[in-house]
């Protein structure tokens, strides 16, 4: 089977010369279909550095990557653009909303973004509505809701994608801690039922909910391991 | 497919921001009032100026008698006055094949009065022809014939202000007026012609014979008016009414001692003058336009800022450059055209008022063309703030705050 995450060798400088920043250094990293990996580390480790490689928003500097396969090295603006329509689901510690569209609009979003037509999205935004539980709040807008609700319909409009990969940055980082049990229930429900997992934390309490956990220090893996293994 | 999901979701965004919305499109809406309005403007002065020179009769040319000088001196000490013969001699069909007919005017101010009202006025006296090669209809009564001329009789056409300002309640038909005191019966009452310079209604015409009897005396005559058999024949009338009365006259070029006034090239030249006019009032509303589209820049560009995160959003989840690209610009088209139609609207009440006596007349093209310049405002003014959304980097447009 195909890794849903493939990277070999992954470097990600800023700057130059003497400013030179090695924000990520020679990270190789996989992940199977249907794991849920966290990935931990101090600030200044290079989580997000290499959340956004992972996430297609941001290109390494060297190294190679694949999402399904798939190279997305020489990849140009738009063509990421479509992988991450097509392979990833996002999940933000923002929330990442877009203000004045109801909910049921926003989880459509990346559906028109794919050409899905009116009313099959509709419906599968709907589903996904009622997958995390705001079946009743489909026509709500972003600052009807509270954090914790968000956070769901940002859950929700991932989940409508149907991605390979669903991509957790911090999501519980501005949540209280019963809406982060909320949402990270979620998560482990969506994981039992074979969803690909990436989770970027610094908790412990988030990580533990993994099946591995991969620490990153100073832009390298400083340890990887597997929940059994705990 | 793209472009309507692109349309709706610029509409949103348009929704979104109401009040700024509107504010945009007020800009639009005024440049483009004003272009429509302007030109029509420039087309209502110039229809009144056309209809009151063709009221004049557009195949007409005007003798009059001019002192040939040079710098203040008089070349031609010998100078000879318009007569009746040379009116005569104009109606010669062999020699001029193209003046359809020519007739003497012997114009003098008078005072007329009725029973009890008098009225200071001109008094022209002419032959019958006159009131064909004038384009003058009597919009009540008859005109005066050949026979009453040759009888001299005291008989006489009263142009429509002599009629209300004689006989503001009662019928002038049949009626007698007196012209320094010498008595005429009004036969006709000449139609209405209107006109933007001298007012061609505060007249009395009569037989040019009865004048001379009893008013003027014989002798020149103040004009000769002639008719060219057809507007596009003026010009060969005017060489042959030159030519007749210069071997008349004896005259040549430099000594000629007449003017033949050509109505039609009057009329050229006045819509040339009206449509550098009509031109510039459009100048003056298209800078207007000009300022509306560059609101139009300035809101999309602080739109473009402050919906950075959401473009990042947008972006994120798989909007290609192209689709942001496509919403901003449709999003600044839709506000124009919104402002365009608003302005038109605006444009075509204005229209209704009439300003100076000008009733403005709206020109098609020029509505057609508002609606095209701000289709391309929206979308050269659109493109900047739309190219900068397009090519911004979601990981930066996420992080904006």
Redesign the interface.
């Known amino acids: 089977m195909t890794a849903v995450v493939e990277m070999h060798d992954i470097t990600k400088v800023y700057g130059q010369g003497e400013a030179e920043v090695r924000a990520v250094d020679g990270i190789s990293l996989t992940v199977e279909p249907g794991e849920y990996v966290a990935i931990m580390g101090a600030s200044g480790s290079g989580k997000s550095t290499v959340m956004?490689i992972i996430?297609a928003?941001?290109v390494a500097t060297s190294g190679t990557y694949k999402i399904d396969g798939v190279d997305i090295g020489d990849l140009d603006?738009?063509a990421l653009?479509?992988v991450?329509?097509?392979r990833i689901g996002?999940i933000?510690q923002a929330f990442?909303?877009?203000?004045?569209?109801s909910a049921a609009s926003n989880v459509e979003?990346?559906l028109?973004?794919?050409?899905v037509r009116r009313s099959e999205r509709r419906r599968r935004a709907l589903d996904a509505l009622a997958k995390v539980g705001l079946a009743d709040r489909s026509h709500h807008q972003p600052n009807e809701l509270s954090g914790g609700q968000q956070q769901r319909v940002a859950v929700a409009?991932a989940l409508a994608?149907d991605p390979s990969l669903m991509l957790a940055d911090e999501p519980t980082g501005n949540l209280d801690s019963r809406s982060t049990a909320d949402v990270l229930d979620l998560l482990d429900e969506i994981h039992s039922e074979g969803k690909t997992i990436v989770i970027i934390t610094h908790e412990d309490d988030v990580a533990e909910r993994a099946g591995r956990v991969v620490t990153l220090r100073d832009g390298k893996v400083e340890s990887d391991v597997l929940a059994a293994a705990r | 497919m793209i472009f309507i999901e692109a349309l709706r979701s610029g509409w949103q965004a348009i929704l979104a921001n109401r009040l700024r919305s509107i504010l945009t499109t007020l800009g639009i809406m005024i440049g483009v009032a004003a272009v429509i309005i302007l030109v029509a403007f420039g087309q209502g002065a110039s229809n009144s100026v056309t209809s009151s020179i063709q009221s004049l009769g557009s195949n007409l040319l005007y003798v009059t008698p001019e002192n040939p000088n040079r710098d203040g001196e008089i070349v031609n000490p010998s100078v000879q006055e318009l007569t009746v013969d040379d009116a005569i001699a104009l109606n010669d069909p062999v020699r001029a094949p193209d003046i359809a007919g020519a007739a003497p005017e012997r114009r003098t101010a008078v005072t007329c009065t009725s029973e009890d009202r008098s009225h200071s006025t001109q008094i022209v006296g002419t032959w019958p022809s006159f009131f064909s090669i004038n384009n003058s209809p009597v919009s009540a009564g008859a005109y005066f014939s050949n026979a009453d001329e040759l009888s001299a009789r005291r008989i006489t056409v009263i142009g429509s202000t002599v009629a209300e300002s004689l006989f503001p309640e009662s019928d002038p038909l049949g009626r007698q007026i007196a012209c320094n005191g010498v008595p005429f019966t009004v036969v006709g009452v000449q139609a209405e012609k209107g006109g933007a310079f001298a007012n061609p209604d505060d007249v009395v015409i009569a037989p040019l014979s009865a004048v001379e009897n009893s008013i003027t005396g014989y002798g020149e005559v103040s004009a000769i008016s002639v008719q060219a058999s057809s507007s596009e024949t003026t010009d060969d009338a005017e060489e042959q009414a030159i030519a007749i009365l210069d071997e008349r006259h004896g005259t040549t070029e430099g000594t000629r001692d007449f003017e033949v006034f050509n109505q039609a090239s009057l009329l050229d030249t006045a819509n040339t003058a009206l449509g550098i006019f009509t031109a510039l009032l459009g100048a003056v509303g298209a800078i207007s336009l000009l300022v509306g589209g560059i609101g139009i820049t300035n809101i999309m560009l602080v739109s473009v800022t402050e919906r950075t995160r959401e473009i990042g959003i947008r972006k994120a989840i798989g909007a290609s450059r192209r689709f942001i690209l496509l919403q901003f610009l449709l999003e600044a088209t839709v506000l124009s055209l919104f402002g365009a139609t608003a302005g038109l609207g605006l444009a075509l009440l204005v229209a209704q008022i009439e300003i100076a006596g000008i009733s403005p007349s709206v020109v098609p093209v020029s509505v057609v063309g508002a609606y095209v310049i701000s289709v391309a405002i929206g979308l050269f003014f659109g493109s900047y703030p739309a190219k900068r959304a397009a090519s911004l980097r979601p990981i930066e447009a996420l992080r904006h705050e």
């Open positions: 956004n996430g928003l941001d603006d738009d653009s479509l991450r329509n097509r996002f933000f990442n909303l877009i203000p004045r569209m979003l990346p028109m973004y794919r050409g409009r994608m």
